[in-house]
């Protein structure tokens, strides 16, 4: 069982930077893709970023694309979400999952563990 605790979110105006972080329980951690997910007020869950296990390869959303960088961390067990250029409609929680098997970046049911999530809040 993979715990994942999310940390770095906060209230940030629009154009700041926030950096979250998403700190898995096992060593195991290497073995997992990870993603992170948002989901604003009245609205789906929704995808954000992923990275491959190997960290070889990320995938982002159309709107997050050249502002949002997904990282790794192996030896600290631990995911980043660098968010810059921050806008109010990034305004959500954050969720981090891992996901042990093949790699679908954008589909939640393909993730095995999730964190509790963290509020980012983007003021005009």
């Known amino acids: 069982q993979v715990q994942l605790v999310e940390s770095g979110g906060g209230l940030v105006q629009a154009g700041g930077s926030l950096r979250l972080s998403c700190a898995a329980s096992e060593h195991t951690f290497i073995s997992y893709h990870m993603g992170w997910f948002r989901q604003a007020p009245g609205k789906e869950r929704e995808f954000v970023a992923a990275?491959?296990?190997?960290?070889?390869?990320?995938d982002y959303t159309d709107s997050v694309k050249g502002r949002f960088t997904i990282s790794r961390d192996g030896a600290k067990n631990t995911v980043y979400l660098q968010m810059n250029s921050l806008k109010p409609e990034d305004t959500a929680v954050y969720y981090c999952a891992a996901g042990r098997n093949n790699y679908y970046p954008a589909f939640e049911d393909k993730y095995d563990y999730w964190g509790q999530g963290t509020q980012v809040t983007v003021s005009s």
């Open positions: 990275i491959r296990s190997s960290g070889a390869g990320t």
